[in-house]
């Protein structure tokens, strides 16, 4: 009876720190997503900025205007990127925390279930 009931708890261990690794996982691809689209950020600004240096029919005055609204507004979406990175990275921090005591959980059960 007791052997039954630690086999099941070592199953029910198992699951519970699978379903907390796949929390992680979506973090994770959530943070990859945001560095790409921080990365095309960076080179359309990068692009952007040859554009207007090879431009031959600007004056300079026109050069240092020019896009003015898309940078400021480049400016802001890379800020709210960066938040939302910090927040899934902080809520990342969380889950490794959860992760390692589902972790910790799941082999002492499955030690039990080997002994017994």
Do not use: C
Not at 42 to 58: C, H
């Amino acid at each position: 009876m007791i052997d039954k009931r630690l086999k099941d708890l070592a199953q029910i261990t198992d699951l519970a720190y699978q379903a907390q690794a796949q929390k992680s996982q979506a973090l994770l691809r959530q943070d990859a997503q945001i560095q790409s689209a921080l990365v095309q950020i960076t080179q359309a600004e990068q692009s952007r900025a040859m554009e207007l240096r090879s431009a031959s029919n600007l004056d300079a005055a026109t050069r240092a205007r020019a896009d003015i609204h898309w940078q400021l507004w480049l400016e802001r979406q890379k800020a709210q990127l960066n938040q939302k990175r910090t927040e899934i990275r902080l809520k990342l921090e969380e889950e490794r925390h959860a992760t390692a005591l589902a972790f910790g959980r799941k082999t002492v059960a499955e030690k039990l279930a080997k002994k017994i």
